[in-house]
């Protein structure tokens, strides 16, 4: 099972394959935040850490607009990111 580390909330959990990060709005207290929880507002966006590839690959929709918000390259939105490996992620500043 992929671990998911949440640096800024001491979260070190084991998760499901597969396992949608907004799900984490539902089942957990953290500080990354959640809004439209469809990729359009950005109130999600988060750092990768580590384990940037263990994420669910980057579709056109949140590329443009992450680079609509310049994101850099570690940014994602994690309303779109499913968990398919270790990662260490905290809320983007
Ligand atoms: S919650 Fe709005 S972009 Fe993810």
């Known amino acids: 099972m992929p671990k998911l ?7 070190d959990m084991e998760v499901a394959d597969d396992y949608p990060l907004i799900n984490l709005a539902e089942e957990h207290d953290t500080s990354i935040l959640f809004g439209c929880r469809d990729g359009a507002c950005g109130a999600c966006m988060i750092k990768v850490i580590e384990g940037k590839d263990n ?3 980057i579709e056109d929709d949140e590329k443009d607009f992450l ?8 940014e994602r939105l994690a309303c779109q990111c499913k968990v398919k490996g270790d990662v260490v992620i905290e809320p983007s500043e």
């Open 5 to 11: 580390k949440i640096k800024s909330d001491k979260i």
């Open 55 to 57: 994420l669910s690959k």
């Open 67 to 74: 680079e609509s918000m310049a994101g850099e390259e570690d």
